[in-house]
């Protein structure tokens, strides 16, 4: 009998084959397992994120995933609808937005998780020019106003609007991204704008822009979020990103300085504006949980209320889904 029919007609045999069979089961499962490891980690940084340009000035985030041969690509966020998209698309594997706008996101199929508060912002509000006879809310009927959709300062629009008897059915919204909507403020091509910061700062002393309506409750939390996906499979870069980020926070605490410095030279900036943005920031708090959820539920319902959020979807359920603050929990943020 040859060694093959042997083979072939034994326990021996099988148990060889099975074997073989695990073996390479086991092969492609490393195969697979090699593919997935990531090379190089895709963040965010924005200008309406002031922490996120201290860490990547200080480059502590390559330094620390470098141990693992992993490298770092920052890609800059113009508003947190950009950043949302980005995610969505696997363009980042880390965004900042405002939770208002991260709640939309998934609303709309967008696998997001919160992980981490970056700022408590106060950093939009209703701006116009300085000669414009805009003085309050309902001066807004039959006006264009420019906003950056599913972002803070669109929903902020639409929530103060419902707020004083409007609807947008009641204003010209015109779709702009923030700095666009900057230059058509100041050059007449709209009556108001749903402002950002830096940019809203930048308005108000560069163009003589002037803060009509400030609301700063409504004004939902900074979150830094991931891939639903991204933070099952790499729980360990979760924890690392909120490490880095917990470094420059306490950095920029101490060294408040230092953090109008790099906002300046950045977002390229004077000190005036920089120092206006940094009034209206609060970067106190960084972990998430039942406070930012409650905020963004809220934002989320009384969007659903003025009809932009379906009837049908269970806010208070999405918004427990968006925000996950095990991480901060195991890392003892505060």
Do not use: C
């Not at 807004?140 to 103060?160: C, V, W, Y």
């Not at 269970?314 to 427990?320: K, S």
């Amino acid at each position: 009998m040859s060694f093959a029919k042997f083979l072939g007609s034994t326990g021996v045999g099988r148990a060889f084959r099975t074997g073989l069979a695990a073996m390479a089961a086991f092969s492609l499962a490393g195969g697979a397992l090699a593919a997935d490891k990531v090379e190089e980690l895709k963040i965010d940084y924005a200008y309406y994120n002031p922490v996120s340009l201290v860490l990547k000035d200080k480059g502590w985030l390559e330094q620390e995933l470098a141990k693992d041969g992993i490298k770092v690509r920052w890609v800059q966020s113009l508003g947190s609808n950009k950043a949302l998209e980005f995610l969505n698309a696997k363009g980042l594997d880390f965004g900042s937005s405002a939770g208002a706008a991260a709640l939309l996101a998934r609303i709309n199929g967008n696998p997001v998780k919160s992980v981490y508060v970056y700022s408590k912002p106060e950093w939009t509000a209703l701006v116009t020019q300085s000669g414009s006879a805009i003085q309050k809310v309902t001066d807004l009927k039959g006006k264009r106003i420019a906003a950056t959709r599913g972002t803070d300062p669109h929903i902020f629009l639409i929530r103060t609007l419902a707020e004083n008897g409007l609807t947008e059915k009641d204003v010209k919204v015109v779709l702009l991204q923030h700095q666009d909507g900057r230059l058509a403020l100041a050059k007449g091509d709209v009556d108001a704008w749903a402002g950002l910061d830096p940019l809203m700062a930048q308005a108000e002393l560069d163009d003589g822009a002037r803060i009509f309506y400030r609301n700063a409750e409504i004004n939902t939390w900074g979150v830094l979020n991931t891939r639903e996906d991204f933070a099952k499979d790499h729980p360990e870069l979760v924890t690392k990103v909120i490490q880095a980020y917990e470094k420059a926070r306490a950095f920029v605490i101490a060294n408040p300085g230092e953090l109008k410095k790099i906002i300046t030279e950045q977002a390229k900036l004077n000190d005036a504006v920089a120092a206006r943005q940094l009034e209206r920031t609060d970067l106190s708090t960084a972990a998430i949980g039942p406070r930012q959820q409650k905020t963004i539920e809220g934002a989320g319902i009384a969007l659903q209320q003025a009809g932009v959020v379906p009837a049908d979807v269970n806010v208070p359920e999405v918004a427990a889904a968006l925000v996950d603050a095990s991480f901060v929990s195991k890392l003892g943020v505060k």
